[in-house]
């Protein structure tokens, strides 16, 4: 029999040692003067709310293995339902809304939720189109109830009065379904065990040292999960959580001055514009000590920049890895600037750092095609570049209802655990640093051989005018032409025909990025929703096959 684990425990742990510390704290509102406003949740009040909400939502029919749709924003309902759900037993569907209507609407039909819990505009959507309504039987509001029924959340409370306790879930139940962003392709549903979730907490807490009584600002709400497990106060920050890059630079100051913000989690686009914001001003805060980055490789320049806002001491880390994995590896800006960054402009790679304990990480030869099972010649010696692959306990074994795609990332273990292919490529150094060379599906097959989006990439980023490129392939895989889009700097002083040639004269200095001879220029890159960081390649490849016809 498996072991019995409930993530929702440690919040009730955290909640006997410090019941009184604030567990969440949310931006309510502004006075006329601007200054803003808070609420929040103690460890003790987060746990009992959640706890009498379990209780509702087992009597409403949302109990132990009960799939739940759950579209609420960055909000205290927002913790109190994530940790009621689990206490329930209950397996939390999350979609990024900002996705789109048609593959929201195709997640949920794949997830098949048996109910639906949403603040009254996400009930209004899923209504009028339909999302849902072959599995949808419970609904419940978390706002204002309308013409859709089912239950408002206070009721859900009021049903919820007693004291049973968090239901006794084993450590490979099925705990919640998180989707991937869908930069790269169909969004898919990873299936996250009640055991994963666990073995997170005690990787990130053991990777980072972090400590219970630390105050984080998540500008990523699913990292905030995590807080409460952690025994970290959570401060909400005052922001749009799907537009990273256009968040505003004082709110976020703001919230770190009034709390002590100790630990902060943002995009590489988000710290960006943080950065840009407070060098020129010459602005510090005191108290952040640690900065963790994820969704995409952070530049070193943007690294540089927000160092001068941190005390002496502090560190940015940028951890590795997935939704379907994380963490896998962790590198920080010492390290980043102190002997990385001359390999990674010269193209060798981004360094992603050394694999995070226990994982076992490997690389192995590139191939399209599933792979059954382990055996050791997949595996490739260090220095050549192939296919990133980790087997650890955060490792999620399968996609939810999605055969084919686990075939394809997915390899049975000889001991009977899973391993996850990445789908990124990479190599390990001579000491044994990985280093990310770019994705899989964004290679380029010449007729030459086979060129890497970060390698090549990384050469022209650093030139004056160039703000970001993405090299694209276009052609039949085995005969592409490797075409570079370059976004040019905002205000910069060279005209297209200049830069052009500075870009290809770069070219010709470096032996993998000689066959660059077609350059073209983008106003505006396509990226992700999630992190405003992934460039959208695959939407680039077409612009620039149509461009070139």
Request: glycine residues 10%.
């Given at each position: 029999?498996?072991?019995?684990?409930?993530?929702?425990?440690?919040?009730?742990?955290?909640?006997?040692?410090?019941?009184?510390?604030?567990?969440?704290?949310?931006?309510?509102?502004?006075?006329?003067?601007?200054?803003?406003?808070?609420?929040?949740?103690?460890?003790?009040?987060?746990?009992?709310?959640?706890?009498?909400?379990?209780?509702?939502?087992?009597?409403?029919?949302?109990?132990?293995?009960?799939?739940?749709?759950?579209?609420?924003?960055?909000?205290?309902?927002?913790?109190?339902?994530?940790?009621?759900?689990?206490?329930?037993?209950?397996?939390?569907?999350?979609?990024?809304?900002?996705?789109?209507?048609?593959?929201?609407?195709?997640?949920?039909?794949?997830?098949?939720?048996?109910?639906?819990?949403?603040?009254?505009?996400?009930?209004?959507?899923?209504?009028?189109?339909?999302?849902?309504?072959?599995?949808?039987?419970?609904?419940?509001?978390?706002?204002?109830?309308?013409?859709?029924?089912?239950?408002?959340?206070?009721?859900?409370?009021?049903?919820?009065?007693?004291?049973?306790?968090?239901?006794?879930?084993?450590?490979?139940?099925?705990?919640?379904?998180?989707?991937?962003?869908?930069?790269?392709?169909?969004?898919?549903?990873?299936?996250?065990?009640?055991?994963?979730?666990?073995?997170?907490?005690?990787?990130?807490?053991?990777?980072?040292?972090?400590?219970?009584?630390?105050?984080?600002?998540?500008?990523?709400?699913?990292?905030?999960?995590?807080?409460?497990?952690?025994?970290?106060?959570?401060?909400?920050?005052?922001?749009?959580?799907?537009?990273?890059?256009?968040?505003?630079?004082?709110?976020?100051?703001?919230?770190?001055?009034?709390?002590?913000?100790?630990?902060?989690?943002?995009?590489?686009?988000?710290?960006?514009?943080?950065?840009?914001?407070?060098?020129?001003?010459?602005?510090?805060?005191?108290?952040?000590?640690?900065?963790?980055?994820?969704?995409?490789?952070?530049?070193?320049?943007?690294?540089?920049?927000?160092?001068?806002?941190?005390?002496?001491?502090?560190?940015?880390?940028?951890?590795?890895?997935?939704?379907?994995?994380?963490?896998?590896?962790?590198?920080?800006?010492?390290?980043?600037?102190?002997?990385?960054?001359?390999?990674?402009?010269?193209?060798?790679?981004?360094?992603?750092?050394k694999p995070v304990e226990p994982n076992l990480v490997r690389v192995i030869r590139i191939t399209d095609e599933p792979i059954?099972?382990?055996?050791?010649?997949?595996?490739?010696?260090?220095?050549?570049?192939?296919?990133?692959?980790?087997?650890?306990?955060?490792?999620?074994?399968?996609?939810?209802?999605?055969?084919?795609?686990?075939?394809?990332?997915?390899?049975?273990?000889?001991?009977?655990?899973?391993?996850?292919?990445?789908?990124?490529?990479?190599?390990?150094?001579?000491?044994?640093?990985?280093?990310?060379?770019?994705?899989?599906?964004?290679?380029?097959?010449?007729?030459?051989?086979?060129?890497?989006?970060?390698?090549?990439?990384?050469?022209?980023?650093?030139?004056?005018?160039?703000?970001?490129?993405?090299?694209?392939?276009?052609?039949?895989?085995?005969?592409?032409?490797?075409?570079?889009?370059?976004?040019?700097?905002?205000?910069?002083?060279?005209?297209?025909?200049?830069?052009?040639?500075?870009?290809?004269?770069?070219?010709r200095e470096f032996p993998h990025t000689a066959a660059i001879s077609t350059v073209l220029f983008h106003e505006g890159f396509?990226?992700?929703?999630?992190?405003?960081?992934?460039?959208?390649?695959?939407?680039?490849?077409?612009?620039?096959?149509?461009?070139?016809?």
């Amino acid at each position: 029999m498996s072991q019995v684990v409930n993530i929702a425990n440690a919040l009730t742990r955290i909640a006997g040692a410090r019941p009184h510390a604030q567990a969440i704290v949310f931006p309510a509102g502004r006075t006329r003067d601007g200054r803003v406003t808070y609420a929040h949740l103690t460890y003790r009040q987060l746990d009992d709310d959640s706890s009498r909400i379990a209780r509702g939502l087992v009597r409403a029919g949302i109990g132990r293995g009960v799939r739940a749709a759950l579209m609420v924003k960055p909000s205290l309902e927002f913790f109190s339902l994530m940790f009621g759900l689990f206490k329930a037993g209950a397996v939390p569907v999350l979609i990024d809304p900002g996705i789109g209507v048609r593959p929201l609407r195709e997640c949920l039909a794949e997830a098949a939720p048996e109910a639906f819990i949403g603040i009254p505009q996400a009930h209004v959507a899923r209504a009028v189109l339909g999302w849902g309504k072959e599995s949808i039987r419970t609904l419940v509001t978390v706002g204002r109830r309308l013409f859709w029924g089912g239950l408002e959340l206070d009721e859900l409370r009021r049903m919820g009065e007693g004291t049973d306790s968090a239901a006794d879930t084993q450590a490979d139940e099925m705990a919640a379904i998180l989707f991937t962003s869908g930069s790269t392709g169909t969004p898919k549903g990873a299936v996250y065990t009640h055991g994963v979730f666990a073995a997170q907490v005690e990787m990130i807490r053991d990777c980072y040292g972090i400590q219970p009584g630390e105050v984080d600002l998540p500008t990523f709400p699913p990292f905030a999960l995590f807080d409460p497990a952690l025994g970290m106060t959570t401060i909400i920050p005052d922001m749009d959580a799907t537009r990273p890059a256009s968040v505003n630079p004082p709110r976020i100051l703001e919230a770190i001055e009034n709390f002590g913000v100790t630990n902060m989690f943002g995009s590489p686009a988000l710290l960006n514009t943080l950065s840009r914001h407070t060098e020129p001003r010459g602005i510090r805060v005191e108290t952040l000590r640690r900065v963790i980055s994820a969704g995409a490789p952070v530049p070193p320049a943007v690294i540089e920049r927000m160092l001068k806002m941190l005390p002496a001491g502090a560190r940015i880390h940028t951890p590795y890895g997935a939704t379907e994995c994380l963490p896998v590896c962790s590198v920080d800006s010492a390290e980043i600037l102190g002997y990385a960054r001359e390999r990674t402009e010269r193209g060798e790679g981004v360094c992603v750092g050394k694999p995070v304990e226990p994982n076992l990480v490997r690389v192995i030869r590139i191939t399209d095609e599933p792979i059954e099972r382990w055996s050791g010649d997949l595996e490739l010696p260090a220095g050549q570049t192939g296919e990133i692959t980790v087997l650890g306990p955060t490792t999620t074994k399968e996609y939810f209802r999605r055969d084919a795609a686990t075939r394809l990332a997915k390899i049975l273990a000889p001991d009977g655990r899973v391993i996850h292919r990445m789908g990124d490529l990479g190599y390990f150094d001579a000491a044994g640093r990985l280093w990310y060379c770019g994705r899989k599906s964004h290679r380029v097959e010449t007729a030459a051989g086979l060129m890497f989006t970060e390698t090549c990439e990384a050469v022209f980023n650093t030139l004056p005018g160039v703000m970001r490129t993405a090299l694209v392939g276009v052609g039949p895989r085995g005969n592409q032409k490797p075409v570079l889009c370059v976004e040019p700097e905002r205000g910069h002083a060279y005209t297209e025909i200049d830069l052009r040639e500075r870009i290809l004269n770069r070219a010709r200095e470096f032996p993998h990025t000689a066959a660059i001879s077609t350059v073209l220029f983008h106003e505006g890159f396509p990226v992700d929703i999630r992190h405003n960081a992934k460039i959208g390649r695959e939407k680039l490849a077409v612009w620039a096959a149509e461009r070139l016809r």
